[in-house]
């Protein structure tokens, strides 16, 4: 029914950037970046007017959203070894329900 696609993964040099994206194939409420395993990274409401994220990536990683083009966005800066996983975009179907439409997940990669 719903499908979530990401794509912008790759190699990086450690404190470089990468801009990984979503789109989303039906509407969706709050939308949120998850990295192996199920570790949460970033969330942003509806009307992008808020946004949450989680500890290890406050300060560098930025989660936007496109309502128009119905795609969500995560801005990936300085990025560290540590960073490195398969990122997945998740999101709810009902506002009030759980996470229950993921993508497949793209890979980020992180060189020291």
């Known amino acids: 029914q719903v499908h979530l696609v990401e794509s912008g993964g790759g190699l990086v040099q450690a404190g470089g950037s990468l801009r990984l994206s979503c789109v989303a194939s039906g509407r969706t409420f709050r939308l949120a970046w998850f990295r192996e395993e199920r570790r949460f990274v970033a969330a942003i409401n509806w009307s992008g007017g808020s946004t949450t994220y989680g500890d290890a990536v406050k300060g560098r990683f930025t989660i936007s959203r496109d309502g128009a083009k119905n795609m969500v966005y995560l801005q990936m800066n300085s990025l560290k070894p540590e960073d490195t996983a398969v990122y997945y975009c998740?999101?709810?179907?009902?506002?009030?329900?759980?996470?229950?439409?993921w993508g497949q997940g793209t890979q980020v990669t992180v060189s020291s």
């Open positions: 998740a999101a709810k179907s009902a506002p009030a329900g759980p996470y229950d439409l």
